[in-house]
Antibody
Framework: QVQLVESGGGVVQPGRSLRLPCAASGFTFSSHAMHWVRQSPGKGLEWVSI????????YYADSVKGRFTISRDNSKNTLYLQMDSLRSEDTAVYFC????????????????WGRGTLVTVSS | QSALTQPASVSGSPGQSITISCTGTSSDVGGYNFVSWYQQHPGKAPELMIY???NRPSGVSDRFSGSKSGNTASLTISGLQTDDEGDYYC??????????FGGGTKLTVL
């Protein structure tokens, strides 16, 4: 079954850290760039980060640059988002999403999404 | 970077056509054909409806079409159906090697 499953969400205090895994199955994970996208409660979608199929290239939204780190383990078919120095404005559902392109040809749109995991930053 | 500009809401009656605009700059919408559109129903993950300005993924109805002129992209839905209700988001690749979303448009089918 082709799917993405996020986990690791929960309630965390401001300034603390959290790591979100996203497990991929049913497709060749190592062939696709992967993204994180978030959605604050009742708000719109916000792109967070991309990692290339081989993990060499990574880009971030200005709102998370220097605090969040995207990574992947192609041997485990898993994408990660390490979130440090969390702020209340990071409260959101975090989705992982597959880039529709393969190999070095990232196309910056998503043809497969996970269901998301909720991160709440609150004291 | 600010979000792409979309109308907050649009509405139409069953069978009618509506168009949702998505306005950016020459650094995003106007500079690339990596414009895509997503539909999202409450509590669900978004679904790709249009990619690279005007292409439809397999399985998406041909009632959905996309276009672009200058810094503004548009999504048109013809023959509106009640199932089309939901939130619609545009996205664009940017010169900073990032992706930017529109603020979202709530479609109501009256």
């Amino acid at each position: 079954q082709v799917q993405l499953v996020e986990s690791g969400g929960g309630v965390v205090q401001p300034g603390r850290s959290l790591r979100l895994p996203c497990a991929a199955s049913g497709f060749t994970f190592s062939s696709h760039a992967m993204h994180w996208v978030r959605q604050s409660p009742g708000k719109g979608l916000e792109w967070v980060s991309i990692i290339s199929y081989d993990g060499v290239y990574k880009y971030y939204a200005d709102s998370v640059k220097g605090r969040f780190t995207i990574s992947r383990d192609n041997s485990k078919n898993t994408l990660y988002l390490q979130m440090d120095s969390l702020r209340s404005e990071d409260t959101a559902v975090y989705f992982c999403a597959r880039d529709r392109g393969t190999g070095s040809s990232s196309v910056w749109y998503f043809d497969l999404w996970g269901r998301g995991t909720l991160v709440t930053v609150s004291s | 970077q600010s979000a792409l500009t979309q109308p907050a809401s649009v509405s139409g009656s069953p069978g009618q056509s509506i168009t949702i605009s998505c306005t950016g700059t020459s650094s995003d919408v106007g500079g690339y054909n990596f414009v895509s559109w997503y539909q999202q129903h409450p509590g669900k993950a978004p679904e790709l409806m249009i990619y690279e300005v005007s292409n439809r993924p397999s399985g998406v109805s041909d009632r959905f079409s996309g276009s672009k002129s200058g810094n503004t992209a548009s999504l048109t839905i013809s023959g509106l159906q009640t199932d089309d209700e939901g939130d619609y988001y545009c996205t664009s690749y940017t010169t900073s090697s990032t992706l930017i979303f529109g603020g979202g448009t709530k479609l109501t089918v009256l």
